[in-house]
């Protein structure tokens, strides 16, 4: 739960959830996904993750779109299996939105800290 604070906080930064947005329709689009939902999303890491639940309801059932997601974002298999083993009272597709979400925010901390 700490955790989940910590990523609301640095959603909140104006900046950040700027480049967090645009990131995450970048990689949605580049995977073949609509990402029309992304401009209307409040900086809150809870509504955020049930957007993308939401948004990527159908995905679940064709593998490929997926793993093209999930492959975009840069999110390994391993990783997916270590975070359902970790987190057992989570479905599927809320430990996939997560993975998603903290991926993202990872790489637009990233770019911002070493492009200066």
């Known amino acids: 739960m700490n955790e989940d604070l910590e990523i609301n906080n ?12 645009s990131q995450l329709k970048k990689d949605f689009e580049s995977s073949a996904v609509n990402a029309d939902f992304v401009d209307a ?9 049930s957007n993308i639940i939401h948004q990527t ?4 059932k064709n593998g490929s779109l997926l793993s093209a ?8 298999e391993l990783q997916l299996r270590r975070s ?4 057992k009272n989570m479905s599927f597709e809320e430990i996939v ?4 979400i903290k991926r993202i925010l990872q790489k637009v901390i990233l770019k911002k800290t070493f492009s200066k």
């Open 69 to 76: 997601l999930l492959y975009r974002v840069d999110i390994s």
């Open 57 to 60: 309801g159908g995905l679940f």
């Open 10 to 21: 640095q959603l909140l930064k104006a900046d950040l959830f700027a480049a967090f947005k």
């Open 41 to 49: 999303l409040p900086a809150d890491f809870f509504l955020i993750r």
């Open 97 to 100: 939105a997560e993975l998603i």
């Open 84 to 87: 359902q083993e970790k987190n």
